[in-house]
């Protein structure tokens, strides 16, 4: 379950009536309940589990969050602590554990990261350096393969 993969093992496995339904406005079909756990189930492996927007800008203090969102929520404290590394260099650190939507402390443990969007037309590019376990680390540099941080633009990151 999020932000751990599953499978639909995960969530019971495949499901039988237990008699032909009757109303299909109250009784579910097992059938149909298969397909939306196997879909969710599915998704836990290659669905991004947090998004977060920052602006680099190292003149007013080097990296900032502009706005975060994840499959856990995005109240403030359950946003990733941004860090600047070195030239071009930068850290986002989601918590070790978050609290899902029944209650329950999950460990963060991320998988992979989609390409960085960098938010300018100056000739300004990203990619993700490295991926640990609730860490992303990516690089910023320009056209002449230079790292760099001076901003001000905003790069969003995806996560899986």
């Not at 402390?105 to 037309?121: D, H, M, Q, Y």
């Not at 790292?147 to 995806?158: E, H, M, N, Q």
Request: glycine share 8%.
């Amino acid at each position: 379950m999020l932000p751990s993969v599953a499978t639909l093992d995960t969530y019971g496995g495949q499901l039988d009536n237990y008699r032909p339904v009757t109303d299909p406005k109250t009784d579910r079909d097992a059938a149909m309940m298969n397909e939306a756990l196997a879909d969710v189930a599915g998704l836990t492996n290659t669905g991004a589990r947090a998004w977060c927007r920052v602006t680099i800008n190292t003149t007013t203090g080097g990296m900032a969050i502009v706005a975060h969102r994840a499959v856990w929520g995005s109240a403030p404290g359950v946003a990733p602590t941004p860090a600047r590394s070195s030239q071009g260099i930068f850290t986002l650190t989601w918590p070790a554990t978050i609290t899902d939507a029944l209650g329950v402390s999950k460990s963060v443990s991320f998988i992979g990261a989609l390409p960085p969007n960098v938010r300018t037309t100056n000739g300004v590019y990203a990619n993700v350096s490295g991926i640990a376990v609730n860490v992303v680390t990516f690089a910023v540099w320009n056209q002449t393969a230079s790292l760099r941080d001076d901003g001000p633009y905003d790069v969003d990151i995806w996560v899986l």
